[in-house]
């Protein structure tokens, strides 16, 4: 299967040169998300959890929009830019992979898009 960009209608519109969402062999990358509200596409501020739900939605919402849940995530990957935050994005994660949650890497980074303090990527399976 040739690589894809399916449309997306409730994702925040991206901050560079890159697609939110690509499909390939069966496999379904989404693009690193920050707290964006997609309706406006303001950064939500508040605080690493209050980030990371905002992150989950948005995730929830692009994997919605091609078919697919949470439930079909295989991996994550987490950005944080201070690792003291770790704890509070880790609980809010766990309500939205409550059982077999994916494999997933973590680590901290210097900085982030638009001062953005979590940032998440998945991959899924079809």
């Given at each position: 299967m040739p690589k894809s960009i399916p449309?997306?209608?409730h994702a925040p519109n991206p901050v560079g040169?890159?697609?939110v969402v690509t499909e390939a062999?069966?496999?379904v990358f989404v693009s690193g998300q920050v707290a964006l509200d997609p309706a406006t596409g303001a950064r939500i501020t508040g605080g690493a959890a209050t980030e990371t739900h905002?992150?989950?939605?948005?995730i929830r919402a692009i994997l919605g929009d091609v078919g697919l849940s949470l439930d079909d995530v295989v991996?994550?990957?987490i950005f944080v830019t201070d690792i003291g935050d770790y704890a509070?994005?880790?609980e809010v994660?766990?309500?939205?992979?409550?059982?077999s949650p994916p494999t997933r890497s973590a680590v901290q980074v210097a900085t982030l898009p638009l001062g953005a303090s979590v940032e998440i990527e998945v991959v899924?399976?079809?």
């Open positions: 449309p997306v209608a040169p890159y697609s062999n069966g496999l905002r992150v989950m939605e948005n991996k994550t990957t509070a994005v880790n994660y766990a309500e939205y992979f409550p059982a899924a399976a079809r």
